[in-house]
């Protein structure tokens, strides 16, 4: 394994760089606004009094550290390999996505801006980002593709009843990338007043490197939780990936462990060998978007292509550079999870454990099905349970034909 | 630094004591060979330098009218070598015309840095503008460029600090673009007097022209900014021409009219 990976390696570099991939491709108009947060995130690192807050936020507030659940009947399923679960869909607002918005809140609050934009795919950012701003008293609007506010309706409202603006994106694919599209331009026009409180690992330095700091309790928890419950550590973790923010918070602090696998499972839609899938780094090539050198699904002009999944927040054409270095370094694996796996999986935790998960976490879950029965019953495996079901009950109930024959509409 | 095409006509509007018109439409927009007809109208019309726009599926920095264009033509299929000879011939019919090529970063990082320069110098262009890239990461592509001699305009924005400002403009050649408002392209009612304060902040660290993009649709603006700075960018302005134009012929009319008039604009006293 490289030295790369030592403990304490510090990656990425002055630059943002991860390896070839990361930098900050921006316009010179939001030059400023960055080198601020960058900045700013590099005092608030080291102010002791900064960490204290977020400390008690993620303790009292959002209700870290989330617990590891043993899945027995699940894991029959997979192969008989113990399958534990970091529980992130316990968390305050139902997803891991408000470790990120509360730090990034409190970042906000220092450098004195008052207003809040985010994009959102599955709703999840968005109604973490909306819950902050309730908090903090921010000004909060929240850009979502119109096609996902459709298809996470429920987020919708919560959003709204929080008090922020959504904005439908009726650009382009009208899903995740577009909202960002459209979160971009409003930044380059408010960007005096207003935080881009961006949601995932993508973009221009630092959001890749401090989205991944503001996770990395994820990891850090399980880490220590697996070797409480089990005395060793586990063969494999295992996350999901879209933009990639929950697997690089579970990973990161297993990065230095050469011997524990780390796992992402990518969207692959209907296939990852159809033009319906969002498989970034299965399928994508190295090219920019939004802001960052990393895997891209684009044509051969450097257009980029239109992506498709089931779930709303892994459906993006992109993904982390962090990701794209792990792949390239063999660190990590990366593995196609069609829709029909994730639906299958998510079924199964349900039935097996009265746990339904996100759409979203729902492909680590059929990853780990696979794996499981790949490794066999010695083998013990971390999933990064990154958010609870409730916003896809619409989906999951058109998809198992849930609804009685009329009138549930 | 060497003259090239760029730097004398700029400096031919300058010796004429007027800021030189520079006008903005994307290739392939609406068609590849309307979006030529289109480009020349401009010309036509009066502008002494032209940018053709390399169509994006993810045009972060445009507005609602830009994008309708890149999505017109995209869907109508514009491929980078239809925007190559978008440029050829442009160049080839107006050949003291400098013709830049306005593009997102990625793109060009697909087509490969290399290959993109020496086919664009081969095309008769005579530079680009790549409003994503910024000075950090153009390394690569200005090396590129100055080897096929080709211009690399950067662009510069109110928030850009002054130290900041140095840094890009001495990256930078043919001039400097100043974006002159805080927000992405699209016409507006009034110049606003962030342009004024951001064409003296940037001259003062450098002697290349400063060229001011701010959303001017009509002669009275164009006269405004042609008092502070050396050249007037306008794009969505002619873009809204083409787009509500029922037949192209109308269109490219439209274009040349509004150039006309733009470049009454820029020579006002």
Partial sequence: ?409 | MADTKLTTVLAAAKAEGRAALIGYLPAGFPTVDGGIAAVNALIEGGCDVVEVGLPHSDPVLDGAVIQTADDIALRGGVKIKDVLRTVAEVAAAHPAVPVLVMTYWNPVDRYGTARFAADLAAAGGAGCILPDLPVEESEEWRKAAAEHGLDTVFVVAPSSKDHRLAEVTAAGSGFVYAAAVMGVTGTRAAVGNLAEDLVARTRATTALPVCVGLGVSNADQAAEVAAFADGVIVGSAFVQRLLDAEQLADGTAAVRALAGELAEGVRRR
């Avoid at chain 1, 881009?196 to 690992?201: N, P, R």
Wanted: a negative charge.
């Fill in chain 1, 1 to 409: 394994m490289s030295e790369h990976y030592l403990p304490g390696a510090q990656v990425p570099d002055a630059r943002g760089y991860f390896g070839a991939y990361g930098g900050r491709f921006i316009p010179e108009a939001l030059v400023a606004a960055v080198e601020q947060v960058a900045e700013e995130y590099e005092k608030a690192k080291n102010d002791p009094a900064f960490a204290a807050e977020l400390d008690i936020l993620l303790k009292d507030y959002t209700g870290r550290p989330s617990p590891l659940t043993d899945v027995h009947r699940f894991s029959a399923e997979a192969g008989g390999a113990r399958v534990l679960l970091k529980r992130e869909d316990l968390n305050h607002t139902g997803s891991h996505k408000i470790n990120n918005v509360l730090g990034q809140a409190l970042l906000t609050r220092r450098m004195g801006k008052t207003r809040i934009i985010a994009e959102t795919g599955a709703g999840q950012h968005g109604v973490a980002t909306a819950t902050a701003c309730a908090l903090f008293g921010f000004d909060c609007t929240i850009y979502m593709g119109e096609v996902d506010t459709q298809r996470q309706a429920l987020n919708v409202a919560r959003m709204r009843m929080l008090g922020a603006e959504v904005v439908p994106v009726t650009s382009g694919s009208r899903t995740l990338k577009d909202a960002i599209n459209e979160a971009f331009r409003d930044w380059v026009a408010n960007v005096d007043s207003t935080h881009y409180l961006f949601g995932t690992v993508a973009g221009p330095h630092p959001f890749p490197m401090m989205v991944r700091d503001f996770h990395r309790v994820i990891g850090v928890e399980a880490r220590q939780q697996v070797l409480d419950r089990t005395g060793k550590l586990p063969d494999a973790v295992v996350a999901c990936v879209g933009g990639g923010s929950n697997a690089m918070g579970i990973f990161h602090e297993f990065i230095p462990d050469a011997g524990v696998r780390l796992i992402g499972c990518e969207a692959a839609g209907e296939g990852a060998e159809t033009p319906k899938h969002a498989a970034t780094l299965t399928k994508g090539d190295p090219g920019v978007l939004h802001g960052s050198r990393t895997y891209v699904l684009q044509d051969e002009d450097g257009q980029t292509i239109e992506s498709h999944s089931i779930s709303a927040g892994l459906d993006y054409p992109g993904v982390g550079p962090e990701h794209a270095w792990l792949k390239d370094t063999g660190r990590a694996e990366y593995r196609p999870v069609t829709d029909a796996q994730a639906m299958e999986a998510l079924r199964l935790l349900s039935r097996t454990e009265g746990i339904i998960p996100a759409i979203e976490s729902a492909h680590a879950l059929a990853g780990a099905l696979e794996l499981g029965r790949e490794l066999g019953p010695e083998a013990t495996i971390l999933v990064s349970l990154s958010g609870r079901g409730d916003k896809d009950m619409h989906t999951a109930a058109e998809y198992f034909g849930l609804y009685d024959a009329e009138g549930t509409n």
